[in-house]
């Protein structure tokens, strides 16, 4: 069985970075890319970037280019997404996904002072 | 960046009854291998994304089949042949040929 499980809910002041993980189980973690998609709260689903762990290549979308950095470490399985300079719209629950099959629960993240 | 277009934004439905979505693309969908990389997700109140069906047209695993995708080029349908009461939440399409863009997604409610 597939699995992608997220770290906990974070709680950063507006400024910080956030780094969440997300660990694979049940399939060959450099076979497939790993998405991540943020989700404001009442809102609906916005792509945020990408990583290819074979390689460690990334593409980012052009909003959070600059403030973004997706990573992963094949030696246990798992995907980061930093997020930096967070500011009270980056108030989300941010999910990862393989291919869009496979997704995480889901963390949720508040910048808040 | 390709922008998808959902219309309706809305959507109410009797029990039993059909209900149609769609979703455009800015610009063609169809990637150099002759693939379409459009996929329609369900996500339910308080739950993550579940994809439905995916390259237009196929269902993924374990999906009804009361649930189709058709269209190609930049115009795309998701159809419901008859509303269950579990079909409520929210219905986002997503373009996979150029990075991923979603729709602005499509609440399904029962009347």
């Known amino acids: 069985e597939v699995q992608l499980v997220q770290s906990g809910a974070e709680v950063r002041q507006p400024g910080a970075t956030v780094k969440i993980s997300c660990k694979v189980s049940?399939?060959?973690?450099?076979?497939?890319?790993i998405h991540w998609v943020q989700q404001a709260p009442g809102k609906g689903l916005e792509w945020m970037g990408l990583?290819?762990?074979?390689?460690?290549?990334?593409i980012y979308a052009e909003k959070f280019q600059g403030r973004v950095t997706i990573s992963a470490d094949t030696s246990i399985d798992t995907a980061y997404m930093e997020l930096s300079s967070l500011r009270s719209e980056d108030t989300a629950v941010y999910y990862c996904?393989?291919?869009?099959?496979?997704w995480g629960q889901g963390t949720q993240v508040t910048a808040s002072s | 960046d390709v922008v998808m277009t959902q219309s309706p934004l809305s959507l109410t439905v009797s029990l039993g009854q059909p209900a149609s979505i769609s979703c455009r693309s800015s610009q063609s969908l169809v990637y150099s291998d002759g693939n379409t990389f459009l996929n329609w997700f369900q996500q339910r109140p308080g739950q993550s994304p579940r994809r439905l069906i995916y390259k237009v047209s196929n269902r993924d695993s374990g999906v009804p089949d009361r649930f189709s995708g058709s269209g190609s080029g930049t115009d795309f349908t998701l159809k419901i042949s008859r509303v269950e009461a579990e079909d409520v939440g929210v219905y986002y399409c997503m373009q996979g040929t150029h990075s991923w863009t979603f729709g602005q997604g499509t609440k399904v409610e029962i009347k």
């Open positions: 990583i290819d762990p074979e390689d460690g290549g990334t």
């Open positions: 049940g399939y060959t973690f450099s076979d497939f890319y």
């Open positions: 996904s393989t291919g869009g099959l496979w």
